[in-house]
């Protein structure tokens, strides 16, 4: 058995232990359907609970999702504006290829921030999530960087791929990758047998040099491709990891809260329900037996007494109360306490609206920082592997629509005022508040504009 096929029939000891959580992480996120139809996993059945009123239970189950509101916030929040890139020599091939990067990265018309987007919120969802660097593969061999660019063998671009389908790995004493195992399954017409859809099961393999990719029939796993990898010459792994840390792991931080404010909500609900059919109470001496119904009458003696059993609702407020500390406890270990409670409506300067946010903006500046270094890693890798010969810097992510552009403006000017005589210190001035105020323009016009100033 060769190492790679030792590799792709193991797990790894990590993988194993949260694969399970991972897949609670993402019901948990998800809400909805997908989490109604795993409910059963979730909802806690109380003890000798008759199955027939747990199985209706079950069956009225709700889910209020703040996880997967605070997720999506911070997400667009962070990424509302894109990054900067700023490209530091190199040919004017190696740059238009780098706007095109930024505008589709994926080759199927995903911009460069709308990728880091999705990686992101499966980081926060997971913890980690994964990006492999790929070339297109062609026949025959390019002679020159001309015909290889002709070919399109020179377009990298990304794959993304969540933490439960990367199952094994090492790194060597530096930190780096030496090899991973990928997992994806997806559903394929069987053309063979003509029985519909089948489920197929692909392993990739890379390490430093190569790739190998394997198919799991029926039963033995074939392997199917193998060659050199994009990142042969630079001698690295093309797997690059978004990982976000313990701290700043969010679904984390929330699941246990989640899922006690998901049990109270459902145990009130159904309280409230059963509280809406009161149940009938006889007072008798005598021994009863008739039958109760909607369609039956009963007979009563002199002395009888006949009334309805309901709660007085304390321990509704009380469970309510809880319901509410519950919920203000998920936003506050979210650094979001300002979304707790009921909105105001009230106006707020920028001033305020800053302290309200300073400990949110120290997160999400945080967040940005993770963002950026993947982004510069991957892009500079990809640089190196192209034998581009430039040098890649990210910045921005740093604007959370706390302030406007005209505190942005109004703060580069008194800066500019002071009168610091650095030529370089205004160039990067003038550029940061050029490419901010036109962030949803094209790479390349942000290019040409950088490039002017920096001529200027």
Not at 285 to 296: N, V
Not at 321 to 350: C, F, H, P, W
Not at 365 to 382: E, H, L, P, S, T
């Amino acid at each position: 058995m060769s190492e790679a096929n030792q590799h792709i029939v193991q797990e790894h000891p990590d993988y194993s232990e949260r694969t399970r959580m991972w897949r609670r992480y993402r019901d948990i996120y998800a809400g909805g359907e997908q989490f109604r139809l795993n409910a059963a996993e979730y909802l806690v059945r109380r003890h000798k609970e008759p199955l027939e009123v747990y199985q209706e239970r079950l069956g009225r189950v709700f889910y209020e999702n703040y996880v997967g509101s605070i997720v999506d916030w911070y997400t667009a929040t962070l990424m509302r504006e894109e990054p900067v890139i700023e490209l530091t020599e190199g040919s004017g091939q190696s740059r238009d290829f780098f706007a095109q990067f930024v505008q589709n990265c994926d080759l199927r018309g995903t911009t460069l921030t709308q990728f880091f987007r999705q990686q992101l919120a499966e980081a926060l969802v997971c913890g980690k999530s994964y990006m492999v660097v790929d070339f297109p593969r062609a026949r025959g061999q390019a002679t020159s960087r001309a015909e290889e660019d002709a070919l399109g063998r020179s377009r990298a671009y990304l794959v993304g791929y969540t933490a439960d389908e990367v199952i094994n790995w090492s790194y060597d004493d530096n930190g780096e990758m030496e090899w991973v195992v990928i997992r994806t399954q997806l559903l394929k017409q069987d053309d063979v047998q003509q029985l519909g859809w089948k489920k197929q099961t692909r392993f990739i393999y890379y390490d430093r040099q190569n790739y190998e990719i394997y198919e799991q029939g029926s039963a033995a796993i074939e392997l199917v491709e193998r060659g050199q990898h994009g990142f042969a010459g630079i001698g690295r792994v093309p797997v690059f990891e978004l990982r976000v840390s313990e701290g700043l792991w969010l679904t984390n931080k929330v699941a246990t809260l989640q899922m006690e404010h998901f049990n109270k909500s459902n145990a009130l609900g159904w309280a409230l329900t059963m509280g809406l059919f009161a149940m009938p109470v006889i007072y008798s001496d005598r021994e009863w037996s008739q039958i109760m119904g909607e369609s039956y009458y009963i007979q009563m003696g002199p002395q009888d007494k006949f009334g309805w059993a309901e709660p007085d609702g304390k321990v509704y407020q009380i469970a309510a109360d809880n319901l509410g500390r519950l919920k203000d406890e998920i936003y506050r270990v979210t650094y979001l306490m300002q979304q707790a409670g009921e909105g105001g409506g009230t106006m707020q300067s920028g001033l305020s609206k800053q302290w309200d946010f300073a400990v949110t903006q120290e997160i999400l500046g945080a967040y940005g920082d993770v963002v950026k270094d993947a982004m510069r890693n991957v892009m500079n890798a990809v640089a190196a592997a192209r034998q581009d010969e430039m040098t890649i810097d990210v910045t921005g992510l740093d604007a959370f629509d706390i302030t406007d552009f005209s505190s942005e403006a109004a703060d580069a000017k008194s800066l500019l005022g002071l009168g610091i005589e650095s030529p370089t210190m205004k160039k990067q001035v003038f550029k940061r508040v050029a490419l901010k105020y036109l962030c949803d323009a094209r790479q390349d016009v942000k290019d040409a504009i950088a490039a002017e100033i920096d001529a200027a």
